[in-house]
T-cell receptor, first 115, second 114 residues
């Protein structure tokens, strides 16, 4: 079965420091990978995706993610964290086993950026 | 911008009630999805629809049904609400075909069953 793992329930970082939110995946075939962010009492917002091409993907709000095929990872990164980045982050992978291309989500990682 | 609108932000229902959660999208997307979100479990797919009147079960369909009579509207129905269906429910849509667009989510409905 297709799956993603987010090994950290919570990540704490000080404002101005770099942040990393980890994600590993398991999928048959070529992975289509996504990151979404959820602010309190809101739905999920798309941040970035990897379909093919450059292993470093740039997305919204200064976030980027690095695709590593050998380690089956897709970690989310940002060079300098902001307090406003505090939110819940979800990694997702396309499930290619159906014709409808569902997304399978991880359990989420809460990011807390302290002033 | 694509909008996915969920009719209620908060709902409180009694055990045994039939509950309707409504979702409307305004960009003519073929695919629509219902997920529930629970702490520590992430998002789990309940049902999805790939076209009008077409539906497929997701990973946790038990206790739920869906209706898609019009392309823009996808309804989730709790046939007889139970306390273990207390959760955040998220609707999403995307166009058929290329995955370049990912999903667009609504703001969610937080349902409490008492």
């Amino acid at each position: 079965a297709q799956s993603v793992a987010q090994p950290e329930d919570q990540v704490n970082v000080a404002e101005g420091n770099p942040l990393t939110v980890k994600c590993t995946y398991s999928v048959s075939g070529n992975p289509y990978l996504f990151w979404y962010v959820q602010y309190p009492n809101r739905g999920l917002q798309f941040l970035l995706k990897y379909i093919t091409g450059d292993n470093l993907v740039k997305g919204s709000y200064g976030f980027e993610a690095e695709f590593n095929k050998s380690q089956t990872s897709f970690h989310l990164k940002k060079p300098s964290a902001l307090v406003s980045d505090s939110a819940l982050y979800f990694c997702a992978v396309r499930d290619p086993t159906t014709g409808f291309q569902k997304l399978v989500f991880g359990t989420g990682t809460r990011l807390l950026v302290s002033p | 911008d694509v909008k996915v609108t969920q009719s209620s932000r908060y709902l409180v229902k009694r055990t045994g009630e039939k509950v309707f959660l409504e979702c409307v999208q305004d960009m003519d997307h073929e695919n629509m999805f219902w997920y529930r979100q629970d702490p520590g479990l992430g998002l789990r797919l309940i049902y999805f629809s790939y076209d009008v009147k077409m539906k497929e079960k997701g990973d946790i369909p038990e206790g739920y049904s869906v209706s898609r009579e019009k392309k823009e509207r996808f309804s989730l129905i709790l046939e007889s609400a139970s306390t273990n269906q207390t959760s955040m429910y998220l609707c999403a849509s995307r166009p058929q075909g290329s995955f370049n667009y990912g999903y667009t989510f609504g703001s969610g409905t937080r349902l409490t069953v008492v």
